[in-house]
Each structure stands twice: as structure tokens, then as C-alpha cells.
């Protein structure tokens, strides 16, 4: 008895599929491996299935009701391709037992563990490969979310290879090292597991479609007439990462410009795409077939967005607006009119570049370090100061109408930029506009520049993100401009907040203009981009 019990776990520890006998019972015991997506972690999932005399069915893990009810689309895909789901005692168990595991992706698991366990085929090979995949009920694999995770989860715990859906094959297949196996049903994934017919893993040259993508963009700033003081202000805002809120009337073509600002940013390097493409894939927003995400994101929720939907979470957790504009932009049209307490949730992850998301049942993290451009109207008429239009609004309903941004978030914002139409005949003689590329040149010239300063600080890589005590380090101005802040500081009753969001901004004009010193003239412009701190805004 110790030498086939010894025997036993020796199989246990080592193999997918194993037999024990007894003289009362004989139990078949088959492993198959798939993955749980939490957040942005992801956990192998070992999935054991028991099959003994008898006729129940039982599932323990934890599971959430999408993966209950992978029993019945298993069974209806089974029986359309000629198998049966097994009539014995079945147990499945989803390891480790105290994780949730939530959604469809364990059914192709499940089905080839059930296949195996039942002894209709053969699943020597099912130890050496990671699978995901939802069945349809005729047996044809659905795409799943977080593919792109799961892929690089594979590789960490040296699996051969992983099995994916076909929409899911070219978003793996980013990850080298590992072979991706796209399939079109059950049963191709049946005969390549059995050895029946063989199958070439999918490969993409990542580098080349990466850099294929970078520039070419739909939207260009040489689209834009007139509006010089705006474009200088969105310059500086790619150049250093600072966040920046537009105020102007409508049709001042605040939204045109804000579409066009990932043209000048720098472009994504390939670890910020992956980490970006990441997200994405995780929250199911990645389209059919594609692979890594090579420009910056853009996202422009509407105002009527709920508290959820912007940070992230739900029943199922899954990243939220701020997390999809991770590395790039997210852009908040009609400020004033988001609910208020909506625009407060995003005082904390303009800080931390991290939200946190705790509920009772879990607790995720998702990264969130994106440049925040918001634009607005400077009253509920939206003509306050306009020069060709009657204001018909009130002082105390302007002041109400601006009271709707607190304090605290207009502090987080380091330039704020007033906007006036430009006039008919000014936009018929007007040039076009200096192109996207040129302008692009400059801001990655002041990148290069900041990250060379900042290459010895962690998680530092631009202006926006320099610490209190790398302001005095770096963004310390000379005496005749520190006199000149002072008095603006005094004027304007600017927080301390504000204080270090010029000194940001002034090294930033600096860097585009290639001074190592913040000078008299850095101060003075990035002051005049504190509009919304002046005591007469809304005496005027």
C-alpha cells in the first residue's frame, strides 16, 4: 500500500492526468491550467476535474455565475461536436479555491478537462499549455478580456504555450518566448492537443507594427488658424505633462485643439505601450485582431459619466476612464457640467497616478498617470467676456457656475488658458497653421531633456511630477524672479499648491528654451497661466 501510494503522489505532483484504482472505485483526476484576471494581477487557476460512479455534478472555487454557467454552454457545445457531456459523478474544482474567478474564459479549460477526464481524449498535453476561450453552444471560441495579461502570466510560469480565441491571437502573441495558438472552435483545439493536426503558432514582429503606427495621426495643429496663445500653452502642457483647463466661449474651438494634442506628444516607448495595451485588454476594449497600442490614448467621457465608470470597479472590477487614458490624455469636456462629486474622486489620482479601488468582496489597483485637459465655458450663457456677444448671465450666477470646480481641483490643474473666438475674417486670410510634427519636435527635444535630469529618480520623468524638494533643486528661480512671483503670489492669493504648479510651469518654458535657469520671463508666462486665479475674474 505505501508503494502505490508513493506512486500516486508522484503522479499528482507531476502530471496532468492520472488513474487511481481501488477495489470499490475507480477515479479519473485530469489537470488543465487557465488564468484569473484581478485587477491588473492575474493567477494561474489550476482546474481539477474528478469523475467517479455516479450521476451529480459539483463545483467548488469560488467561481461567480458566468462560470456556473459554463456548464451549459459546455454540454450544448460538446454534444454539437459529436461528444457528451460525462454521465458520472463529476467534480470540478478551480484552484486556488479561495480566489474569485469571474467570466467565461474557463470554459475551454473546463471542456477539454471534462474530455479528458471522461476518456474521450487523450489529455497527456493538456499540462503543457495555459487556455482561455468562451464556448458558443455549436463550439466556437469567443474572444475573452485580458488576453495580453494572461499571455505574459504563461510565460512567467513556463508554460509551452497558450491557447486563445482567434480574435485573441495577435494581442498575445505580443509576448515572445511563448508560443499563441489561435483557435476557431473546440475542435481544432482537440486535435491539437491530441496530436491529430498540427498547428503554427501565431507571429508578429512587434517592433515593426509598433513603430508603423506611431505618427500617423488623423488630426494635426495645422488644421487650426489663429490661436497662437493656445497652442503655446498646449506646447508647454505636452512638453512637461501638466494638466491644463481651457476657458472660452462656444465655438472658440477649445475641443478642436484638445483632439489634436496626442500629435505633439512624445510618443509611447514599447514598455509604455505594453503596460497601455495591458489595460486595455483587460477591460475588453481592444479591437479585433489587434496588438499592441501604439499612440498615446485620448478619452473624452461624457458629462453624465457615473463615479464608476470614470475610476473603474462594477460587480466584476474592470478599469475606468482615468486607467484607460493611462500614458496619454483624458479629456473632460464641459467641465462644470460633470457632477460634482464625480470631478472630486479625480483629486486623489492626479496626485498618486494610482487609484485603489476597495470593496467588500475585493480590492484592485489600477495605474492611472494620465494628463488631465478639460475645457469650459466662462458662464452658463457661455459669453461672459466675449466681445461680439451679450452676456446675459449675473454676477452671482457666474460666480455659482465657476463655484462648481472646487478650489482644491483648479489647484491640481497647472495652466489654466482663456480662449477668444478667432473672427471670420482673420480665419478666411489666416495661414494654415504650424504643423503637428514641428511642434512635436520641440516637446520631445524638452522631454529628452528632463529625462536625462530626472534619470536618477524613480517613477519621475517629466515637470508635472517633480516633488517639493526636487522643486528647490531644479526650479529654483533667480532673485529679481522670485521678487516678481512673490508679488504674484500676494496679488493673486495663490495656495501653496499653486505656487508649485508655476515653478513646474516656468521650468518647463525653460527646457523648451534651453536654459538650465528659470528667468524673469519663464515666472512671468507661467504665471499668466493661472487665469482662473485672478480675484477679478468674475468682476470684469
Known amino acids: 500500500f505505501s508503494l ?48 467517479v460512479p455516479g ?5 467548488t472555487g469560488l467561481g461567480d455565475e458566468a462560470v456556473k454557467e459554463g456548464r451549459n454552454r459546455i454540454a450544448a457545445a460538446l454534444q454539437c461536436n459529436g461528444y457528451l457531456f460525462p454521465r458520472k459523478d463529476t467534480t470540478v474544482n478551480m484552484a486556488p479555491a479561495d480566489l474569485r474567478k469571474e467570466g467565461s474564459s474557463f470554459d475551454l479549460p473546463l471542456a477539454m478537462a471534462l474530455l479528458a477526464a471522461d476518456e474521450k481524449i487523450d489529455g497527456t ?85 509598433f513603430y508603423e503606427q506611431q505618427y ?22 505636452a512638453a512637461g505633462g501638466h494638466n491644463l483647463i481651457m476657458i472660452g466661449p462656444p465655438g472658440s474651438g477649445k475641443s478642436m485643439m484638445a483632439k489634436r494634442l496626442p500629435s505633439i506628444l512624445p510618443p509611447l516607448s514599447l514598455a509604455e505601450s505594453l503596460e497601455t495595451t495591458q489595460i486595455h485588454s483587460v477591460a475588453g476594449k481592444l479591437s479585433k485582431n489587434s496588438s499592441l497600442i501604439s499612440q498615446r490614448p485620448f478619452r473624452s467621457p461624457h458629462h ?65 498617470n494620465f494628463q488631465f485637459i478639460a475645457s469650459m465655458n466662462p458662464c452658463p450663457c457661455g459669453y461672459y467676456g466675449d466681445p461680439t456677444h451679450r452676456c446675459v448671465c449675473t454676477p452671482g450666477q457666474i460666480q455659482k457656475y465657476m463655484n462648481k470646480i472646487s478650489g482644491p481641483l483648479l489647484d491640481r490643474i497647472d495652466i489654466h488658458c482663456e480662449i477668444t473666438p478667432v473672427p471670420f475674417k482673420d480665419i478666411s486670410k489666416a495661414q494654415p497653421g504650424e504643423p503637428s510634427a514641428a511642434i512635436r519636435e520641440r516637446v520631445i527635444k524638452a522631454r529628452d531633456i528632463q529625462t536625462a535630469r530626472y534619470k536618477d529618480f524613480k517613477g519621475i520623468h517629466c515637470n508635472a511630477q517633480m ?16 521678487d516678481m512671483l512673490r508679488m504674484a503670489m500676494e496679488r493673486l492669493k495663490l495656495s501653496a499648491r499653486a505656487y508649485s504648479r508655476i515653478l513646474k510651469v516656468a521650468r518647463t518654458i525653460a527646457d523648451l528654451d534651453g536654459s538650465e535657469q528659470v528667468q524673469l520671463p519663464h515666472i512671468a508666462e507661467a504665471v499668466g497661466y493661472r487665469n482662473l486665479d485672478r480675484s477679478d475674474w468674475s468682476e470684469r
Open 125 to 209: 498535453n493538456l499540462a503543457s499549455y495555459m487556455m482561455v476561450g468562451e464556448l458558443g453552444l455549436d463550439g466556437r471560441l469567443q474572444p475573452v478580456k485580458g488576453a495580453l495579461p494572461i499571455a505574459i502570466r504563461a510565460r512567467a510560469e513556463h508554460f509551452k504555450g497558450l491557447i486563445v480565441p482567434k480574435a485573441n491571437e495577435r494581442e498575445a502573441a505580443v509576448v515572445n518566448n511563448l508560443e499563441v495558438y489561435g483557435m476557431e472552435n473546440i475542435m481544432q483545439v482537440i486535435s491539437f492537443i491530441t496530436g491529430q493536426q498540427h498547428f503554427s503558432p501565431m507571429v508578429i514582429d512587434t517592433r515593426k507594427e
Open 467 to 482: 516633488t517639493e524638494r526636487m522643486l528647490h533643486q531644479f526650479a529654483e528661480p533667480d532673485a529679481s524672479s522670485m
Open 216 to 237: 500617423n495621426f488623423d488630426l494635426d495643429y495645422a488644421d487650426v488658424k489663429g490661436q497662437e496663445n493656445v497652442k503655446r500653452a498646449l506646447e508647454v502642457a
Open 4 to 51: 502505490i501510494t508513493k506512486f500516486l503522489d508522484t503522479y499528482i505532483s507531476s502530471n496532468s492526468r492520472y488513474l487511481i484504482t481501488n477495489p470499490e472505485t475507480l477515479l479519473m483526476l485530469v489537470k488543465s491550467y487557465s488564468a484569473a484576471v484581478n485587477g491588473m494581477e492575474v493567477t494561474t487557476v489550476t482546474i481539477e476535474v474528478s469523475i
Open 304 to 368: 453624465t459619466i457615473s463615479e464608476a465608470a470614470l475610476v473603474g470597479g462594477g460587480i466584476n472590477p474592470i478599469p475606468g476612464e482615468i486607467s484607460l487614458a493611462h500614458n496619454g490624455i483624458l479629456f473632460a469636456d464641459e467641465l462644470p457640467e460633470f457632477s460634482k462629486h464625480t470631478l472630486e474622486v479625480l483629486r486623489q489620482p492626479l496626485e498618486d497616478r494610482v487609484i485603489t479601488i476597495s470593496r467588500a468582496k475585493y480590492s484592485v489597483e489600477y495605474p492611472c
Open 55 to 59: 450521476v451529480m455534478y459539483h463545483f
